[in-house]
Nanobody, 123 residues
């Protein structure tokens, strides 16, 4: 049974950086993939970033390219480095995992989700 736990959220000012962590436990394999999504009040979950368990195939939403990166996977923890944060980045950030070959940016591709961590960016 795979479980994901996010950590690292908080309240920051515009322009600051935050590092989120997604710790994965349970049975994974080279076919496993992890993605970050975010959700704001009144909106659905939107794709942020993706990485395969092998460390490859890093993808980013257009809205975060050049600001957010996945530095890598260390000790079963997927990191999300978020720089130059803006108030529009305020959201609950979720990590999701799955083995599906579906679209990397679709929530339906992932079968297990963390509970989320709040990131709030003040102007």
């Amino acid at each position: 049974q795979v479980q994901l736990v996010e950590s690292g959220g908080g309240l920051v000012q515009a322009g600051a950086s935050v590092l989120l962590s997604c710790t994965v436990s349970g049975s994974t394999s080279a076919a496993f993939r992890v993605a970050w999504f975010r959700q704001t009040p009144g909106e659905g979950r939107g794709f942020v970033a993706h990485i395969r368990w092998t460390g490859g195939d890093r993808r980013y939403a257009d809205s975060v390219k050049g600001r957010f990166t996945i530095p890598g996977i260390h000790r079963n923890t997927v990191l999300l480095q978020m720089n130059s944060l803006q108030p529009d980045d305020t959201a609950v950030y979720y990590c999701a995992g799955g083995f599906s070959t579906g679209l990397y940016n679709s929530g339906a591709t992932y079968f297990v989700w963390g509970r989320g961590t709040q990131v709030t960016v003040s102007a």
